[in-house]
């Protein structure tokens, strides 16, 4: 573990033992807000001038701490860390706020969500979403198996491209290990099971090493 790893960890402990362990509540209005902030970050960027520059340097300023794991252009250094880049903006500002007010739950994540102010999680969903995720070189005969079974489970949510959408994930281009981790986390049986979970289970290990060799050798 590096140095800089080891800092981060270490932010993020102390900062769990400051915060409260209960959720905090987020209005309806506050999450408007927030949406309707990112997609005016977003039409800065279409347009490429002065103030879409001033948001890549600020986005790299708030992120640096997210860089330590999601990689400096959002394609991931730790193998059970999921690939950022190109990941929908409206769901990335979503999984942000998850992590912040407890529905989502993380060592690292929740502390470091915690410390973003509202304009720091619009900055950063806006910035990564841009960025270009590198796919993976795969076993073709695998990862066609893989295409099959991932249009009969998966794409009615994640899209005929993995793309995803402002509710479900982009799996396209992510990381082979990170897929598998949350496949077998999904299998695991839950208090709260989600849709996930059900398809999960309905999955054999040829299913996920197919399955995650042809998403992560989409663009």
């Known amino acids: 573990m590096t140095s800089a790893l080891r800092a981060v960890i270490g932010i993020a402990?102390?900062?769990?033992?400051?915060?409260?362990?209960?959720?905090?509540?987020v209005s309806a209005a506050e999450t408007s807000g927030q949406r309707e902030a990112l997609s005016r970050k977003l039409a800065m960027q279409k347009s490429n001038g002065a103030g879409w520059a001033a948001l890549v340097q600020q986005?790299?300023?708030?992120?640096?701490?997210?860089?330590?794991?999601?990689?400096?252009?959002?394609?991931?250094?730790?193998?059970?860390?999921?690939?950022?880049?190109?990941?929908?903006?409206?769901y990335l500002l979503e999984q942000i706020g998850k992590f912040a007010d407890g529905r989502r739950n993380d060592y690292i994540m929740s502390a470091l969500a915690r410390m973003f102010s509202e304009e720091d999680r619009v900055v950063v969903a806006a910035y990564y979403s841009t960025l270009s995720p590198r796919p993976y070189v795969a076993d073709a005969s695998l990862?066609?198996?893989?295409?099959?079974?991932?249009?009969?489970?998966?794409?009615?949510?994640?899209?005929?491209d993995?793309?995803?959408?402002?509710?479900?994930?982009?799996?396209?281009?992510?990381?082979?290990?990170?897929?598998?981790?949350?496949?077998?986390?999904?299998?695991q049986p839950s208090a709260t099971p989600s849709v996930m979970h059900g398809v999960a289970k309905g999955l054999v290990e040829e299913d996920i090493q197919a399955i995650t060799a042809y998403l992560a050798s989409l663009p």
Not at 14 to 23: K, P, R
Not at 166 to 176: F, H, K, P, T
């Open 162 to 187: 993995a793309h995803g959408t402002e509710q479900y994930a982009r799996l396209a281009g992510q990381r082979v290990e990170y897929l598998r981790h949350r496949l077998f986390a999904f299998q």
């Open 59 to 90: 986005a790299r300023e708030r992120a640096s701490f997210c860089a330590r794991c999601h990689g400096e252009d959002g394609n991931s250094v730790q193998p059970l860390v999921p690939n950022i880049a190109g990941q929908n903006p409206y």
């Open 13 to 25: 402990s102390v900062f769990l033992i400051l915060v409260t362990d209960g959720a905090v509540s």
């Open 143 to 160: 990862a066609q198996r893989g295409k099959g079974r991932y249009q009969q489970r998966c794409v009615s949510c994640h899209g005929p």
